[in-house]
């Protein structure tokens, strides 16, 4: 399990777009570099990222390495009513986190 | 000229640990590879990205389709430089709010960063952004 930090605005209106920030903690290692006695780390990222609200995609992302460590995204959403925002995302050991997110439409 | 010593070491340390990078023409066969028949032209997308980059370790990029004619079906990022060109994939969903997606990239030297906007319509678009890194981001 990481740590996730989830922003979404308190005042959404319904239909109209907001933006909504990811922060994930992971050191995104790139399996470019070596260690100190010259062995490459192995490749560890968080390869698959899926935005849902209510079970409708919002955003389907593929990450490479050349995404920075601790992955920082911001997206738009639409809501047309308040519902749950769940936030999935895969790593190399194809290891599944979901974080929700309650989005109340005002 | 002379070089100053961390300067010296940063740079064999560099040139020492990352593999050859990927070419300009590896990054034309796989936009050729995404586009296909369809035509690509400049415009509509825009990737935004800064021109002088001090830590290739974390780089702010948006991306983003100003009223895109059709439904922005994905929005795929290369780096030139980089030792693996692929950066990443977006794909839109029914509940996007706009085509427009921001996040932290790696770049591994000065390069052109190139971003592909696919329309549901078939047409696709291209930005790109020559920049210069001063850190780059293959050592910590």
Redesign the interface.
Known sequence: MVRVLINVPKQIRANEPFDVKVLISHPMESGQRRDQVGQPIPRDIINHFIATLDGETVLDADFFPAIAANPFLSFSVVAEKSGTLALTFVDDHGVTQTELAAITVT | MTLPRRRFVLITTCAA???ASAKPAEVATLIQALVGDASLKDGLIHLDLPVMVENG???AM?VSVADPPSPVEAIHVF?EG???P??????????????????????ATSQTVIAIAKLRDGSCWRDSVDLLVTLAA???
């Open positions: 640990v990352s593999p370790n974390a780089v948006s780096a980089n030792p693996l692929r950066v990443a994939v977006f794909r839109f969903g029914p509940r996007s709010g706009a085509p427009r997606v921001g996040t932290r990239i790696r770049l293959c050592i910590e």
